[in-house]
């Protein structure tokens, strides 16, 4: 099933989506009359009646303003880098990569601020009193439902409760100068998400296809089965000393194509629109202002 956050007129809700159909069905209007944010939801999952789920009055999703999934995560999200070798090679050769190693023997981790994360449509903010390279990279986002603390790769996916889109927009000039990667990751509107959570029984994670496209002109192409760390491998590398929580978000990194890879490089700039499509799970468009 896919989950969406919305709003109509009023506060944010929370409705289980058929995008064929164009169909967003309120759960707080259905039979188990759910109130609660899509953290809750997470957490709550395993215990709903979900057949429920799919019942109620339907809205038109062109009627309602789709917000981030988790609008406000109650942590920061975890972030993987340089988890594509083709991407690794073009970043370590574009000049921003203040790392010692090409290729990561272990998963870079790092993350990025809450109050970085906005939804579909919303704007990226240009930034431009503070940086001159603004850089785009599509990553699928994973979504804690069970939390655990050293979780084995073997039952790291049964942690899983769904998976999204993410948008892991950076300045490179500050994700250089300050060398640890938090501030030129973390600046307001930073992170899109969105456009809904597919729950994880509906997917392979590893075998995703992934595209970015700014203005649409194809940037980025590539299969999450790429990935030099799987999501078992991230889930399983985090969990060892840190306790993961329902609602724990971590994007998987990005593959080749960014801005920076480019000769010379292609950075975003005001007016440019980046959409990034996983064909299973949607697209996430932004527009840069």
């Not at 990279?137 to 996916?157: P, Q, T």
């Not at 760390?229 to 329902?246: C, H, M, P, Q, W």
């Not at 000769?263 to 697209?283: A, E, H």
Request: charged share 20%; proline share 6%; glycine share 8%.
């Amino acid at each position: 099933m896919r989950f969406a956050t919305f709003s109509r007129t009023g506060a944010p809700e929370v409705g289980a989506v058929w995008p064929a159909e164009g169909l967003i069905r309120p759960l707080r209007d259905g039979p188990l009359a759910f109130s609660g944010d899509m953290s809750s939801l997470a957490e709550s999952y395993e215990d709903l009646a979900v057949d429920l789920i799919s019942r109620g009055p339907a809205l038109k999703l062109s009627e309602v303003r789709l917000l981030a999934p988790i609008m406000t995560p109650r942590r920061n999200v975890f972030c993987v880098g340089k988890n594509y070798k083709e991407h690794a090679k073009e970043f370590s050769r574009s000049g921003f990569d203040a790392s010692a190693t090409e290729i990561p023997e272990v998963p870079i981790i790092f993350t990025k601020s809450t109050g970085s994360v906005v939804g579909p449509m919303a704007d990226i903010s240009s930034h431009s009193e503070l940086t001159q390279s603004l850089d785009y990279e599509a990553e699928l986002g994973v979504v804690i439902g069970r939390g655990g603390r050293g979780i084995s790769r073997e039952a790291a996916l049964s942690h899983v409760w769904g998976y999204t889109i993410i948008n892991d927009v950076t300045a490179r000039d500050l994700q250089r100068r300050h060398q640890q990667w938090f501030i030129g990751k973390s600046l307001d509107t930073f992170c899109p998400m969105g456009p809904w959570i597919i729950t994880a029984d509906e997917i392979d994670p590893q075998r995703l296809d992934i595209s970015c496209s700014v203005n649409e002109e194809l940037r980025q192409h590539a299969s999450t089965g790429d990935m030099i760390f799987d999501v078992a491998t991230l889930i399983e590398v985090i969990s060892k000393g840190i306790t993961l929580r329902a609602a724990d978000i971590i994007a998987t990194g990005t593959p080749a194509g960014v801005g920076a890879g480019f000769k010379p490089p292609r950075f975003l700039k005001r007016g440019d629109v980046v959409s990034i499509t996983i064909k299973q799970i949607g697209t996430l468009t932004n527009r840069v202002v």
